[in-house]
């Protein structure tokens, strides 16, 4: 079966996007990825990278908007879960870990260009973040009747912790993993529980 010349290109950028994450891990970051292993890693010439990309920096915000998206989209999956019978905190806590483990150098990128040198991933890792603040909020104010301005400060209280619990739980074993979780499920229902106190419900 012949593929189109749209659906080729599709397909060699797919492979661009996925030899790009296979070469980080913890010790390599976005910056320090060469075109040429780009390349090479996607089976493509250099030359043809131009042909989807601009640079190596245009790629890499495709990276990080593709990370964000991963993360959000497993996030809705675990609110399906949590309609179906799941608690939220367990749910959603469990999710995110097991993404984390599946997808290790997709949450990596997140957390080393939120912080990293590069001032264009910095803002779109930031604007990732902020993603899952709003989604977040629109959610706890149609679960549980808290006021904006508090469901917007729970949401980002949570999703700042669980972020931070993330960078944790890609270093550790299984078994402190297992312990992560438990410890961030209590301080998420401390930050659910002090909003509902602070808005009198």
Known sequence: MHLSRQEQKLKTRRAIIDAAFSLLDEQRSLSSISLREVARAAGIAPTSFYRHFKDIDELGLTLVDEA???????????????????????????????????????????LREHTGTSLAFRAAV????????????????????????????????????????????????????????????????????????????
């Open 126 to 201: 930031l604007r990732e973040i902020q993603h899952f603040i709003v989604e977040l909020t629109d959610y706890t104010m149609a679960t549980t009747g808290l006021p904006y301005r508090y469901a917007n400060l729970q949401a980002e209280a949570m999703v700042k912790l669980v972020f931070s619990a993330g960078a944790e739980a890609l270093d550790s074993s299984t078994e402190q993993q297992v312990v992560l979780a438990q410890r961030v499920k209590l301080q998420l229902r401390f930050i659910a529980n002090g909003a509902k106190e602070a808005a009198g419900l």
């Open 68 to 110: 964000g998206l991963n993360l959000r989209q497993l996030m809705r999956q675990a609110r399906l879960r949590i309609a179906s019978g799941g608690g939220v905190i367990n749910t959603s806590v469990d999710t995110f870990m097991e993404f984390i483990c599946a997808h290790s150098n997709v949450f990596r990128l997140l």
